[in-house]
C-alpha cells in the first residue's frame, strides 16, 4: 500500500536521503530523524531508564519510526510549536511486537522490583496487566502512535521538558491527562499538549498525559514486528 506524504515530510526526507542512505522500511513507514529532523529523540527503551530497568527487546538501534500519515501530523504539530521557540521530544513511536513480549514477561516476574520506587510507587506490580499499563498488544505496533512531550532550550542552549507533573511512563493516576490534583501550571502544559496533538489529528489516552494515536491511522488492525535497522 503507497501512501503519498505531504510537502514538508516529503522535502525532509528527500534531503535526508541525499545526504545518506538509510535502510529500508517497510512501505508506508519513515523515519522521525529524517522526516522531522528538528525533533528530539530519546527513545527510552533502547536504554536502562525505563520501568524495565534495562534495554528493550527490539530496540538495538535507537531509531523511532512512525507510518508517513503519523510522520506527516507530527510535523504539523511541531511546525505549530517553533514559532514559541518549543518543540516536540519523541519517547516512543513504533515498537515491535516483540519488545511488548518483553514487556509481558518483565510483568509476570514478580521478583523483579528494581524500578518499582521510580514508575510504579503506588501499584502492586501484580496489578499492572489489571489496570492496563500493560497488556500483549499495544497501539505502538500499528505504527501510528507516538509518546511524546514537549521541550524548550534554556538560556545555556540545553533541551528542557516542560513540567507535566510526572515523569514519563509514570504507572498511576498522576500520569491522567484531566487530574485534577496537579498544579494548575502542570496541567496547563498537558492542555498545551493535547490541543495541538488533536488538531493534527490525534487522539490522546485517558491514562497517560504523553500518549497519542494517529486517528485514521492507516494500519489500525495490523501489528508489526519488523526491527528496525541501522544506526542514527
Known amino acids: 500500500m503507497n501512501y503519498t506524504l505531504g510537502p ?30 528538528e525533533l528530539v529523540i530519546e527513545l527510552r527503551y533502547a536504554t536502562p531508564d525505563n520501568f524495565v530497568g534495562q534495554p528493550v527487546d527490539g530496540y538495538r538501534h535507537a531509531r523511532a519510526v512512525l507510518t508517513a500519515p503519523a510522520a506527516e501530523a507530527l510535523a504539523g504539530v511541531q511546525a505549530a ?16 511486537q516483540h519488545a511488548v513480549d518483553h514487556f509481558v514477561r518483565w510483568g509476570r516476574d514478580l521478583q523483579d522490583q528494581r524500578a518499582k520506587p ?5 501499584v502492586a506490580k501484580e496489578d499492572l496487566f489489571k489496570l492496563g499499563y500493560i497488556a500483549a498488544r499495544s497501539s505502538h505496533s500499528r505504527g501510528s502512535t507516538v509518546d511524546l512531550t514537549i521541550v524548550y532550550r534554556d538560556r545555556a542552549g540545553r533541551v528542557r521538558e516542560l513540567d507535566m507533573g510526572s515523569r514519563f511512563d ?20 498537558r492542555m498545551l499538549l493535547q490541543n495541538l496533538m488533536k488538531a493534527h489529528g490525534f487522539v ?14 492507516p494500519y489500525p488492525d495490523t501489528y508489526f514486528d519488523f526491527t528496525i535497522q541501522g544506526s542514527p
Not at 28 to 36: K, N, P, R, S
Open 8 to 37: 514538508f515530510l516529503a522535502a525532509s526526507l528527500a534531503l535526508a536521503e541525499a545526504a545518506a542512505e538509510r535502510p529500508a522500511l517497510p512501505d508506508g513507514f519513515v523515519y522521525l530523524d529524517q522526516a522531522i529532523p
Open 81 to 96: 510549536l517553533r514559532p514559541f521557540g518549543l518543540g516536540l521530544k519523541v519517547f516512543d513511536a513504533y515498537r515491535p
Open 118 to 122: 521510580e514508575y510504579y510507587p503506588d
Open 170 to 189: 509514570f504507572f498511576g493516576k498522576r500520569s491522567w491527562p484531566d487530574n485534577a490534583a496537579i498544579p494548575a501550571a502542570q496541567r496547563a502544559h
Open 204 to 217: 490522546p489516552y485517558d491514562q497517560e498525559w504523553w500518549h497519542f494515536t494517529l486517528r485514521d491511522e
